[in-house]
Nanobody, 126 residues
Framework: QVQLVESGGGLVQAGGSLRLSCAAS????????MGWFRQAPGEEREFVAA??????YYADSVKGRFTISRDNVRNTVYLQMNSLKPEDTAVYSC?????????????????????WGQGTQVTVSS
């Protein structure tokens, strides 16, 4: 059974930084696509970032501010979030696909992911 556990969320002022971690355990593929999604109150869940091998993908709203990375030894994916804005406030969830997707359409699609973490709250105050 695959388990994803996020950590690193919290309260930060606008302009600040946070680093989210997602540790994967169980029968995970070391090369499978991993991603971060977020859901703000009253909003639908949206794509944030994904990593497939050496390829990374970002939503336009976070490009240049967020960086996704992966440690295959620790089976952990990270999301470094800089220059945070109040509109970044949301529950952030990591996700693991059953395979690797190099096409951005699939890497950015929620339907591509088979496993999800429980989420971690990020709150950015103005």
């Amino acid at each position: 059974q695959v388990q994803l556990v996020e950590s690193g969320g919290g309260l930060v002022q606008a302009g600040g930084s946070l680093r989210l971690s997602c540790a994967a355990s169980g029968r995970t593929g070391s090369s499978s696509t991993m991603g971060w999604f977020r859901q703000a109150p009253g909003e639908e869940r949206e794509f944030v970032a994904a990593v497939s091998g050496e390829m990374t993908y970002y939503a336009d709203s976070v490009k240049g501010r967020f960086t996704i990375s992966r440690d295959n030894v620790r089976n952990t994916v990270y999301l470094q979030m800089n220059s945070l804005k109040p509109e970044d406030t949301a529950v952030y969830s990591c996700a693991l696909a059953a395979t690797i997707y190099y096409a951005s359409f699939f890497a950015k699609s929620q339907a591509s992911y088979a496993y999800w973490g429980q989420g971690t709250q990020v709150t950015v105050s103005s």
